[in-house]
Nanobody
Framework: QVSLVESGGGSAKSGGSLRLSCAASGDTVSRHCMAWFRQAPGKEREGVATIGRVYGTRYADSVKGRFTISKDNGKTTLYLQMDSLKPEDTAMYYC???????????????????WGQGTQVTVSS
C-alpha cells in the first residue's frame, strides 16, 4: 500500500511563494512517475507538474516559469515550489503516483492510481 501525505499549503498574497511537500512511503518517489494536481471549487482536477522516474519534468502552461517540481536527494519526498502566485492558483493541491506507468512524465490524470489527501492553497489579491 502506498501512502502519500501532502503538507505546506496555506495562504499567500498575490506574487508570494509557497512550497508544498509530499512524503511518500517506501521507494515510491524514486521508482515512479510523480505529479501534482489541483482542483478548484466547481472545476475538474487538472495536472500542474510532473517528474519522471528517471528523467524529465512537464508543466501545465498556466504554471510554466512559476512552479518547480523536484525530489529530495533521498527520493522519499516530492516538492512543488510555487512562486509568483496568482489568485487563480487557489485550489486543493494533490500529490499523485503512477505505479503502473513507465512512459515519460505525463499530466494525464488517468495514469495516476495513488493520491494523497490534498493540501489547500489560497492566494489573495
Amino acid at each position: 500500500q502506498v501512502s502519500l501525505v501532502e503538507s505546506g499549503g496555506g495562504s499567500a498574497k498575490s506574487g508570494g511563494s509557497l512550497r508544498l511537500s509530499c512524503a511518500a512511503s517506501g521507494d515510491t518517489v524514486s521508482r515512479h512517475c510523480m505529479a501534482w494536481f489541483r482542483q478548484a471549487p466547481g472545476k475538474e482536477r487538472e495536472g500542474v507538474a510532473t517528474i519522471g522516474r528517471v528523467y524529465g519534468t512537464r508543466y501545465a502552461d498556466s504554471v510554466k516559469g512559476r512552479f518547480t517540481i523536484s525530489k529530495d536527494n533521498g527520493k522519499t519526498t516530492l516538492y512543488l515550489q510555487m512562486d509568483s502566485l496568482k489568485p487563480e492558483d487557489t485550489a486543493m493541491y494533490y500529490c499523485a503516483a503512477a505505479l503502473d506507468y513507465e512512459g515519460p512524465p505525463t499530466l494525464a490524470r488517468g495514469e495516476y492510481n495513488y493520491w494523497g489527501q490534498g493540501t489547500q492553497v489560497t492566494v489573495s489579491s
